[in-house]
C-alpha cells in the first residue's frame, strides 16, 4: 500500500484528492495539512511514501518548504499540484529542479479535461512518484553509470556520410534532446555544461503543457551560455541556439535545415513526440546527428535514437541511477543502444569537448 500525504491549503481540495487517490484501492492517505508548518510536521511524523504539495501555502514560500523536506530525510517523493498561470508555471518547473518527481494542472472549469481524466493522471503519478522514491533509495543520485549490457546495445551500422542534396542546410549537424519526468532538471544540466561558442544546433523536446514552455525556456536560459527560445514553424537551425519545442505540438526537422511544428492527432500519446523529432533529424543529417534521451516515463525517443544510430549518427542515454524514472532511457538503450551512459552532466561535458567548432 502506498502511503500518501496531502498538503493543500483548501479543505475541498483535499477531500477531492483524497477520494481520487483512495478509491484505486492501492493508496492510503495517511494525513493532511493546511499550511507549511503543518506539513512538516505531517511527514516528520507518517514518514509518507509520497506527498502531493500545493506550493502556494500559508506558512512559508512553497519552495523553501520542499527545500526543508529534501533536508528531513529520507526524502518524501512530491507530485505537486500545478496552477496554469505563467507563474505557476515557473514555480512548478522550479520545483523540479528541486527535486519534486512531477506535476499535475489543477482542474479548472471548462477546460478540456474531465474530473475521470484527472483522476486517473493524480493515481498514476502518484505510483510512479512512489516508484521514483524506491529506485532513489537504492540508486542515489550521482550512482556510478550503468554499463550497457551486450544484448542491450545493439551495434551500430557501417557510418555514411551525410550526402548533401539541392536546398539541403549548412547545419553541420544536430543534437536532439528528448526527456520527460524528471527532464527538466536533467536537460538543465546537461545544457549548462556546452560552452558559448558550441558549434551545432540544439533542439530539446520535453513533454510539458502547452502554458509551461515559455516559462521551461526562461529557466533552461539561465542554466545555459546558448540563447533558448520556442520553436515557431521555419526556424532554421543555428550554432550557439536552442530550440524548444512547444508543449503539445509536434516538432519536425527538415532537409533544409528548418523546423515545422505539426499539431498532434487525439491518438497520439506523447505531445511533443521525441521519435517524430528524433527520426526526422536522422532523415535530414544522417550521421550527423547526436540524439540523447533522458529521464521519463514510457518508451519516446526509443525509436528515435534507433533510426539516429542506423543512419550513423551518436546516440547518448542518461544512466538509470541518476534518473528520477529511468523507463524512458532504459527502453531507448535496450532498443538502440548508445555509444555514452552517465548522469546528465557528464553527457554534456562529452558532447562540450567532442563538438567545439
Do not use: W
Not at 530539446?204 to 515557431?232: G, K, Y
Amino acid at each position: 500500500m502506498i502511503r500518501v500525504a496531502i498538503a493543500d491549503d483548501s479543505r475541498f481540495t483535499c477531500n477531492l484528492l483524497s477520494s481520487y487517490i483512495e478509491a484505486d484501492g492501492e493508496c492510503s492517505v495517511v494525513g493532511v495539512a493546511h499550511d507549511a508548518p503543518s506539513t512538516l510536521e505531517l511527514v516528520r511524523r507518517e514518514s509518507p511514501d509520497v506527498m502531493t504539495l500545493d506550493l502556494q501555502m500559508p506558512g512559508a514560500d512553497g519552495l523553501e518548504l520542499l527545500r526543508q523536506l529534501s533536508l528531513d530525510g529520507p526524502a518524501v517523493s512530491v507530485v505537486v499540484i500545478s496552477g496554469v498561470t505563467r507563474l505557476a508555471a515557473a514555480t512548478t518547473l522550479r520545483a523540479l529542479e528541486l527535486g519534486a518527481v512531477d506535476f499535475v494542472l489543477k482542474y479548472t472549469p471548462g477546460a478540456p479535461v474531465s474530473r475521470a481524466s484527472l483522476r486517473r493522471e493524480i493515481v498514476a503519478k502518484v505510483k510512479l512518484a512512489a516508484a521514483a522514491r524506491g529506485a532513489r533509495r537504492t540508486a542515489p543520485i550521482g550512482a556510478a553509470p550503468i554499463a550497457a549490457p551486450a544484448s542491450a546495445a545493439p551495434s551500430r551500422p557501417p557510418q555514411r556520410a551525410a550526402s548533401k542534396t539541392p536546398g539541403q542546410a549548412d547545419a553541420a549537424g544536430v543534437v536532439v534532446i528528448g526527456a520527460s519526468t524528471g527532464g527538466p532538471r536533467a536537460v538543465g544540466e546537461l545544457l549548462s555544461q556546452l560552452p558559448a561558442d558550441f558549434a551545432l544546433p540544439c533542439v530539446v523536446v520535453q513533454h510539458l503543457p502547452a502554458a509551461f514552455t515559455a516559462a521551461f525556456a526562461s529557466q533552461l536560459e539561465r542554466h545555459a551560455q546558448l540563447r533558448v527560445r520556442v520553436a515557431e514553424s521555419g526556424d532554421r537551425l543555428e550554432p550557439g541556439v536552442i530550440l524548444l519545442a512547444p508543449g503539445a505540438m509536434h516538432l519536425a526537422i527538415r532537409p533544409d535545415g528548418r523546423v515545422v511544428l505539426r499539431q498532434p492527432s487525439e491518438r497520439d500519446v506523447y505531445k511533443p513526440s521525441i521519435d517524430l523529432a528524433m527520426t526526422t533529424a536522422a532523415e535530414a543529417f544522417n550521421a550527423s546527428v547526436v540524439g540523447v534521451v533522458l529521464s521519463g516515463s514510457g518508451d519516446d525517443g526509443a525509436e528515435g535514437l534507433r533510426q539516429i544510430r542506423a543512419a550513423g549518427g551518436e546516440g547518448m542515454v542518461q544512466d538509470g541511477g541518476s534518473c528520477i524514472v529511468a523507463s524512458m532511457p532504459e527502453r531507448a538503450l535496450a532498443r538502440a543502444g548508445a555509444e555514452h551512459i552517465g548522469p546528465p552532466a557528464r553527457l554534456g561535458r562529452i558532447l562540450a569537448v567532442r563538438r567545439k567548432p
